[in-house]
């Protein structure tokens, strides 16, 4: 379960977005920092927590995966993609990722949570950009990849706006959504690991 598999498809959405950016002159890079604007934005509606911010929160998350897709298309289509740009991104969607979870967690006050599902997330990511540092190539796969919490999140915004209420063992949907990024975080980097360790 991964929608990272499906970057092609968006690739072919992604037209009139590159175009508009062009247009307005923004360079790949800029694009990469609006983007994690765009993540610290739904961080700060998220940690609020009222039924609006939380859905505004989630149209920021869901725009930000759009933009981290945006940046990369436009590159290719300035003829200007580089090491550089690449490792700005990779950073930027770090931190970005951080500030999302970390958004969630105050408005839910889950700080433990917060904490295994945010190095859950690191580590996935950090065996990704291993896995290419000796030389495999780089690894998008697992149970849960970046595309695939950027929906989750998304979608539990919305679902947390309407019904913000526990739904098990005292949690609420973004309590369940930490525990899950934290349980499912830890097995990708493990499946991700096992993976490279058999093709080294």
């Known amino acids: 379960m991964t929608l990272d598999q499906y970057r092609s498809v968006a690739d072919r959405l992604l037209g009139p977005w590159v175009s508009a950016a062009d247009r307005l002159g923004l360079s790949p890079d800029q694009v990469s920092v609006i983007a994690f604007l765009v993540a610290v934005a739904a961080a700060a509606a998220f940690a609020v927590g009222s039924a609006t911010l939380y859905a505004a ?67 996935t990511s950090y065996l990704g950009t291993q896995i290419q540092a ?48 934290a349980v499912v975080g830890h097995l990708t980097a493990v499946q991700r690991f096992l993976g490279a360790w058999r093709d080294l």
């Open 57 to 123: 929160g989630a149209l920021l998350v869901l725009l930000n995966g759009w933009l981290d897709v945006v940046d990369g298309a436009l590159a290719r289509h300035q003829g200007v993609a580089s090491d550089g740009g690449d490792f700005l991104d990779h950073v930027l969607d770090r931190y970005a990722d951080v500030a999302i979870i970390a958004g969630f967690t105050a408005g839910v006050e889950a700080y433990a949570l917060g904490f295994a599902a945010v190095t859950g997330v690191l580590l």
């Open 134 to 181: 000796v030389g495999i190539g780089r690894e998008y796969g697992g149970l849960l990849g970046r595309a695939d919490r950027l929906a989750l999140a998304g979608t539990v915004g919305v679902v947390a706006a309407v019904y913000p209420s526990p739904i098990a063992a005292g949690l609420n949907v973004v309590g369940l959504l930490l525990a899950l990024f």
